[in-house]
Nanobody, 127 residues
């Protein structure tokens, strides 16, 4: 079983940067794919970025490509989302996820039979 705890959200001005962290607890070796989603009130949760844990290949939504970077620190069991050149439309609750299928453009990644896990979310507000 995996536990995910996000941090790093906050308020930032347009053009600024924030770095989100997601600490992976429990059986981290069971994760085959880690990802970030975001959601605003009244809208469906949308995929932002994903990483296959074995290959370290990364994938991004078109809306964040070139501005956001997903990465991980294996020694500290932490997943990151570096967000640069922030825009007001990036305002959302951001969620870390493990083994959850994610639609990025025309492709669905992280399709695994393993149990999916969500973090509690961290709010990002860009003004």
């Amino acid at each position: 079983h995996v536990q995910l705890v996000e941090s790093g959200g906050g308020s930032e001005e347009s053009g600024g940067s924030l770095k989100l962290s997601c600490v992976v607890g429990g059986n981290a070796f069971s994760t085959v794919c880690m990802s970030w989603f975001r959601q605003t009130p009244g809208k469906e949760r949308e995929g932002v970025a994903a990483m296959h844990t074995k290959s370290s290949n990364t994938y991004y939504a078109d809306s964040v490509k070139g501005r956001f970077t997903i990465s991980r620190d294996l020694a500290n069991s932490t997943l990151y989302l570096q967000m640069n050149s922030l825009k007001p439309e990036d305002t959302a609750m951001y969620y870390c996820a493990a083994n959850v299928p994610i639609q990025l453009g025309a492709v669905k990644y992280c399709q695994t039979a393993r149990e999916g896990t969500w973090g509690q979310g961290t709010q990002v507000t860009v003004s």
